[in-house]
């Protein structure tokens, strides 16, 4: 393995964990008290990083050291584990809401009104 190799993964990781988080480049930059052009050099391959620099990241990120460096392979059988979590998580959910509407709608509550219909007047 060479060294390009080992700033690859790097890269790579970076980017998949902050994106698994849902930071930009610019939370993370600020969060590591780095500049977004440093942390952008670092995730194209271009800048190398300290032992400090590492740790922080590390730190920030809620990983260990050496998942930076995993390969891909490996890092992506851990983000298909937590889409897979995820999409459960989500159909679970939408299968919540369904059965409450299906409650909702057949004990009566809203069976006979069109949303869509103007509100009734109180006939004298």
């Known amino acids: 393995m060479e060294e390009h190799d080992l700033r690859g993964i790097l890269s790579a990781n970076i980017k998949r964990y902050r994106g698994l988080r849902g930071w930009s480049q610019a939370v993370l930059a600020e969060k590591l008290d780095l500049s977004i052009n440093f942390l952008a050099e670092i995730e194209t391959g271009k800048s190398w990083v300290s032992s400090l620099t590492l740790v922080k990241l590390a730190n920030v990120l809620e990983i260990e050291v050496y998942e930076l460096f995993r390969p891909d392979e490996e890092a992506n059988t851990e983000t298909k584990e937590l889409m897979n979590r995820f999409v459960k998580d989500i159909s679970i959910s939408f299968n919540q809401s369904l ?23 109180p006939s004298a």
């Open 99 to 121: 059965e409450n509407l299906s409650q909702k709608y057949h004990t009566g509550k809203g069976q006979d009104k069109d949303p869509a219909a103007p509100p009734s007047t």
